[in-house]
């Protein structure tokens, strides 16, 4: 029991008939000394009180008009909850303009945040149509003789980057009749493991396609382990550097492989 006149809070226990049987120091120093819950109801909330305090209400939280030391019309806000043993307890906790301001700043923050989790909804919109525009950037189709193509690729090579891209190869690789595409990974990052297994779909497709041989340009040493695991059942190149590439094609130009320069 001492707990519970020790609360920080003012705290009622009453009974069913609305006598005070216990009451902290905190409702002691606030309200005046009665013997019953209801004098400390104004007379205009006395119905309310009346018909929210019913014996076994369900838990709820309403206002009153009540008496204290300091005024004779103090707004609370009640909350409460009735035992087992018929007890009530009750907690009141007054409504002043201290309390209204903070909730006023309560809801204005509310709306603040309310505002940026939109503006960051923009945002966040704005950022995936800009990253599904660059994808579908990447990998331009090059074309530098009428039989070969130069395909350079930039950044993490993700699936959903390889296939966005892969469709448009394929498709101007079957509309210019190509033989040779030379692929550019030196602007490439990292390549995840589904963005592999579309690269492999990729090139395996070119091969089937129409025999189109796949080069690949400027691989790193970390790039090297993952593209080593391809599937070598079509055929695949490697060249260091576009100079290689340049010196690649100008070879199979000059041999007839290629069909001469478009102007």
């Known amino acids: 029991m001492a707990n519970v006149i020790n609360l920080p809070i003012p705290y009622f226990q009453i009974s069913k008939d609305f006598d005070i049987r216990v009451r902290s120091h905190l409702a002691e120093k606030l309200f005046p000394n009665v013997d019953g819950f209801l004098e400390l109801v104004d007379g205009d909330s006395m119905e309310k009180a009346q018909k929210y305090l019913q014996f076994k209400s369900d838990d709820t939280e309403f206002e009153l008009v009540m008496k204290t030391f300091q005024s004779p019309f103090s707004l609370f806000e009640i909350r409460m909850s009735w035992n087992v043993d018929s007890t009530c307890e ?23 945040l309310q505002n940026t989790n939109f503006e960051l909804l923009d945002k966040k ?36 980057k390889v296939e966005l891209i892969s469709q448009k190869i394929l498709d101007n690789a079957h509309r210019k009749n190509q033989e040779r ?18 690269l492999q779909q990729l090139f395996k497709t070119l091969w089937y396609m129409g025999q189109i041989e796949a080069i690949i340009i400027g691989i790193t040493p970390q790039q090297a382990v993952v593209l080593n695991n391809l599937d070598t059942e079509y055929h695949l190149r490697f060249v260091s550097t576009l100079k290689d590439a340049i010196t690649d094609l100008e070879k199979h130009t000059k041999t007839g492989a290629g069909s001469g320069y478009r102007n």
């Open 181 to 198: 595409l030379y692929f550019d990974f030196t602007g490439v990052g990292d390549i995840t493991k589904k963005g592999f297994k579309g």
């Open 90 to 112: 009750i907690i009141c906790l007054e409504k002043n303009s201290h309390n209204e301001k903070l909730s006023r700043q309560i809801d204005r923050l509310r709306s603040r």
């Open 125 to 160: 919109n704005e950022l995936e149509s800009a990253l599904q525009r660059i994808n579908e950037l990447s990998g331009p189709f090059i074309s530098l003789t009428d039989k070969t193509a130069l395909i350079p690729l930039f950044g993490d090579l993700t699936d959903e």
